[in-house]
């Protein structure tokens, strides 16, 4: 457990104290405690950490959800965390704990990254001033550092008690968040209620990481809605993972629980740089036999036919190490694909065309899902491997409405705009302008040769 009580400090102080009674007596013992007070302030804030954590156990697992350190537990590798301000917006001698967030730095796969979690065990998670100024130290240190910010979310947002001090914070966070955006990944996982003020520090980030289950998003909830509207709606219609997955697009990844979607952040981050001035990390890759069969697949995938459909997530695992492909956005936008592999060992950015639904076709959603995927991997160095088959924009009154116009053109315009390595194979047609001419390809470090083409 990522806890003060597990540190070497307080093991050891333990340790001295149960001598002295053994060797002392109780009594002598006592005295010799009240002549060492630091040891037994030690004492009283790991007892005050074991106490917060059993009633966090018995508030969260009742609700199917883990604590925060649990979750802490999940993320980064074992004995990797560090935590700073631990009591921080506590009072030991009070008998509070802490604050309702824990801010520290650990390892994902051996790389160091900052990470918070509201703990809503603690006034609902709610934000104050502690929370806060906590956070925000973490983000300065973070970007001091240059290394990724994680977030897990868990909060009834604002806390009112504390009035406009605790708006104040939310405005200090929007800043910092900003400052870091494009410098150093944000990924914010939703593991429980985000509400008010608290969603709009997820949505500033790069990617949000949703689950089926106790996640929500919104900006007021169904009670609000009902007397300004008279809207009845639940929480999960109004913002539940699989609406803001497949629906409205905001979340990137709805998982099946809290550890499915601990495991998919730690998986993109395999495939990111710490930041933005350096290039993604590079894995050792030796093509077998079997790659080379598989690749060989690819003449027999693609229908001649430019009306007959094929799934191009086979392409996809055709070309890529290993056939492992992690998508983004997987819910939203399916005539569009977009996600992460390795090519020779080098981390790249898929987008393609999917033929399998709607014939590939760039509509209003698709075009938001593939620009906005670009403009990530051109911020964080990560070449794009474009696989195109796509028979022009959706028409009709309801694209038009929509503002097609004005997203689709965006699509196509990102790469060339961007100072990116790019490489595009058009696999049957291409009825919309493909970039590739005005991109700084480099096919060779981007795609292997025998994925140059697919037809």
């Given at each position: 457990m990522t806890d003060i009580i597990a540190s070497p400090a307080v093991k050891e102080a333990v340790k001295v104290?149960?001598?002295?009674?053994?060797?002392?007596?109780?009594?002598a013992a006592a005295e010799a405690r009240e002549s060492q007070p630091i040891r037994t302030s030690v004492l009283r804030a790991a007892q005050l950490a074991a106490e917060a954590e059993d009633h966090a156990r018995g508030r969260q697992h009742v609700k199917g959800k883990l604590t925060a350190r649990e979750r802490l537990d999940l993320l980064l590798d074992t004995g990797s965390f560090e935590e700073i301000g631990r009591f921080r917006g506590g009072d030991i001698n009070g008998g509070r704990a802490g604050s309702a967030v824990i801010t520290g730095f650990g390892e994902v796969f051996g790389r160091k990254v900052a990470v918070y979690a509201q703990d809503f065990s603690v006034k609902g998670g709610t934000l104050g001033v502690a929370e806060g100024r906590k956070i925000c130290h973490l983000?300065?240190?973070?970007?001091?550092?240059?290394?990724?910010?994680?977030?897990?979310?868990?909060?009834?947002?604002?806390?009112?008690?504390?009035?406009?001090?605790?708006?104040?914070?939310?405005?200090?966070l929007f800043r910092k968040t900003c400052d870091a955006s494009g410098f150093v990944p944000q990924l914010s996982l939703i593991l429980g209620p985000c509400a008010g003020g608290a969603v709009y520090c997820p949505?500033?980030?790069?990617?949000?990481?949703?689950?089926?289950?106790?996640?929500?998003m919104f900006v007021t909830g169904p009670d609000v809605v009902k007397a300004a509207t008279g809207e009845v709606i639940s929480m999960d219609d109004l913002g539940g993972g699989y609406v803001h997955n497949a629906t409205s697009g905001v979340a990137h990844y709805l998982g099946e629980d809290e550890a499915d979607a601990i495991d998919y952040a730690r998986t993109?981050?395999?495939?990111?740089?710490?930041?933005?001035?350096?290039?993604?990390?590079?894995?050792?890759?030796?093509?077998?036999?079997?790659?080379?069969?598989?690749?060989?697949?690819l003449a027999t995938i693609v229908p001649d036919n430019d009306r007959q459909p094929y799934d191009v997530l086979d392409v996809i695992r055709c070309i890529v190490d290993y056939g492992e492909f992690v998508q983004v956005h997987e819910l939203f936008a399916a005539s569009a694909v977009v996600g992460f592999a390795c090519v020779d060992g080098h981390p790249v950015g898929i987008v393609a065309n999917q033929p399998s639904a709607y014939a590939g076709v760039l509509d209003v959603n698709a075009s938001r899902k593939g620009a906005r995927f670009v403009r990530f991997c051109d911020a964080f160095n990560i070449p794009i491997v474009s696989l195109v088959d796509v028979p022009g924009f959706l028409p009709g009154t309801r694209s038009t409405c929509r503002s097609s116009p004005w997203w689709t053109p965006r699509a196509t315009s990102q790469a060339p705009n961007r100072n990116m390595r790019a490489s595009s194979a058009v696999a049957r047609r291409s009825s919309t302008p493909t970039p590739t001419r005005r991109c700084r390809s480099s096919p060779s470090s981007c795609a292997r040769p025998s994925a140059a083409h697919t037809s």
């Open positions: 104290v149960m001598e002295q009674q053994e060797r002392l007596g109780d009594e983000m300065d240190k973070a970007l001091d550092l240059k290394v990724p910010i994680i977030a897990l979310i868990d909060s009834g947002g604002a806390r009112i008690q504390e009035g406009v001090a605790a708006l104040t914070e939310y405005g200090h949505a500033l980030t790069d990617l949000i990481i949703m689950t089926r289950e106790n996640s929500n993109v981050l395999a495939y990111l740089p710490s930041n933005s001035d350096q290039q993604p990390p590079v894995y050792a890759y030796a093509a077998t036999r079997a790659d080379r069969d598989v690749a060989k697949r």
